[in-house]
């Protein structure tokens, strides 16, 4: 699956439009981990326990993106970009969304030498 933020792919054309895809994430630190981000906010520096936790619900956001697309029947989703939001001050939503498309390589494409 390609998975692109851009609206094209060089050296292919959309065949198909398949609609909007995303893949949804809503995490939480457990007790432990806040505690000790707590306690690395008050010298302050990366809380490297809550950018952790983002990166990997990042990874699962675009890995749920990828399985809504395969379900609509895409191969590649273009416009991809990420939204995030709090909620009740102890969770993290991470949405990954973008348009499921059929791709196909365009053989009218100048071929571009490197």
Request: charged residues 20%; hydrophobic residues 45%; without cysteine.
């Amino acid at each position: 699956m390609i998975v692109a933020t851009t609206p094209s792919i060089a050296g292919h054309r959309i065949a198909e439009t398949k609609g909007q895809a995303f893949g949804l994430v809503v995490r939480s630190r457990g007790m432990a981990g806040n505690i000790a981000a707590g306690l690395r906010s008050i010298v302050g520096g990366e809380i490297k326990e809550y950018t952790s936790l983002l990166e990997d619900t990042r990874r699962q956001a675009i890995d749920r993106l990828i399985q809504n697309a395969t379900l609509m029947g895409a191969n590649a989703v273009l416009s991809m970009r990420f939204d995030s939001s709090e909620l009740a001050g102890t969770m993290s939503e991470i949405v990954a969304y973008g348009t499921a498309v059929v791709v196909v390589p365009d053989t009218d494409a100048p071929i571009v030498a490197e």
